[in-house]
């Protein structure tokens, strides 16, 4: 049986920490036993436990933003050496001899060091396309290429981005994250959000599910759409979505935006929920007006799932995942106006319907969850 570690740069519920959820407890645990390691308390530790799962919080540095200073990077430094020998000390209080280290995201660089310590190898799990700073995916990717036994791409435009900045591509394979077909599905029951969202019952839902940030596109998701509220009286746009703890404000400013918007009645917002599957089937139409690359994005997959068109900008891992006309529209990245006109389109003529039902045929047949765990068993047997 081989032991693997995994590092995880949180512990809340949204497309990376679900990914990590569903791989853990599908594992064969007869060949692999998962040890996960968290930087803080969260939902997905919640939910790990429950599932049995070996969880373990030590705080580790996670890089964001606020070390990119001279004070940050020496804090930075301190902490990370300072908390990659509590996970070492973890596993020796608790006899873990660890055969494979699994790092979930480009934001976790202490697998570069316990790599190292344990002499074990360590494959990395790249969730994202970072665009920007580019000092920052310049760094990120020389220590991918430089410490990765195994690079694992969620999608084609992620290994495409890990080649142009210097990451063998004889290192990288391409697993397409999967998601479990009979939970995110056309038989969900979301008529309860009806009546909690005040929503009459011949509404036409449009909505985003997403991190409330500078990228995930809630401002270019309502600059387009909004004009669309009074062509159809029966349009409703949904946000749903939390920011990173010290940036509630953007959560604030969102909601003064939608309050200062014309038809703003129609337009709900709500912060991070745990029941997306049942938002997701609620919704007759998701955007993702991502203006960034969104490498592989879970909601996507999660409304296929549950049989639902999907609206969005054509780059990253979307353009995998989605047929235009099949199963969606896409639409030149920036474009609002374009934006727009695929969502009236789909509503003037109830193509959403159709473009639904496909998404659920592509989900099932591309997407599974049982593909995306077999796929990881055998790469990891490789080792």
């Known amino acids: 049986m081989k032991t693997i570690l995994y590092l995880h740069a949180g512990a809340e519920m949204y497309g990376a920490d679900k990914i990590l959820l569903e791989l853990t407890t599908g594992l064969d645990k007869k060949k692999f036993q998962p040890v996960v390691v968290l930087p803080a308390e969260g939902i997905l530790k919640d939910k ?59 934001a976790v660089l202490e697998g570069i060091r316990l790599k190292k ?4 190898p360590l494959y990395w799990h790249v969730h994202e396309i970072i665009t920007h700073p580019q000092i920052v995916n310049k760094f990120l990717c020389w220590c991918v290429n430089r ?48 009546k909690e969202w005040n929503v ?3 509404a036409v839902k449009v909505g985003m599910i997403g991190r409330v940030n500078g990228w995930k596109g809630q401002n270019d998701f309502l600059d387009a759409l909004v004009p669309l ?41 709500s912060e991070f929920r745990k029941d997306n599957y049942a938002v997701e089937h609620f919704f007759d139409i998701l955007v993702l007006p ?3 690359p969104d490498p592989l994005p879970t ?14 900008y054509e780059h990253g891992g979307i353009t995998e995942m989605i047929k235009d006309g099949y ?35 592509r989900l099932v047949n591309q997407y599974s969850l049982k593909k995306f765990i077999g796929n990881f068993m055998k790469v990891y047997s490789e080792h």
Not at 117 to 120: D, E, F, H
Not at 299 to 312: H, Q
């Open 48 to 106: 790990l436990e429950q599932a049995g799962i070996t969880v373990c919080v030590i705080p580790y540095p996670i890089l964001r933003r606020k070390y990119f200073n001279p004070h940050g990077v020496i804090n930075y430094i301190s902490n990370y050496k300072e908390q990659t020998n509590e996970i070492i000390s973890y596993l020796k209080k608790n006899n873990i001899k660890v055969d494979l280290i699994h790092v979930n995201t480009l």
């Open 117 to 120: 310590k344990l002499n074990v």
């Open 147 to 194: 410490y990765a036994d195994q690079v694992i791409a969620v999608s084609g435009p992620v290994k495409k981005h890990l080649v142009k900045y210097g990451v063998n591509s004889n290192k990288i394979k391409v697993i397409h994250n999967g998601i479990d077909s009979n939970i995110f599905s056309p038989s969900v029951n979301s008529d309860y959000l009806y």
């Open 200 to 202: 009459s019952k011949n």
């Open 229 to 269: 509220l009074s062509e159809f009286d029966n349009l409703y746009l949904f946000i749903v979505g939390s920011a990173f703890q010290g940036q509630e404000w953007r959560v604030k400013d969102l909601k003064k935006k939608i309050n200062s918007l014309p038809n703003h009645n129609r337009i709900i917002f």
């Open 290 to 292: 991502s203006t960034s």
């Open 299 to 312: 909601v996507v997959l999660e409304s296929m799932g549950c049989g639902r068109a999907i609206i969005g």
């Open 327 to 361: 199963n969606g529209k896409l639409v030149t990245p920036g474009d609002k106006v374009a934006l727009r006109k695929a969502v009236k389109t789909c509503l003037s003529h109830n193509e959403y319907v159709k473009l639904g039902k496909n998404s659920r045929i």
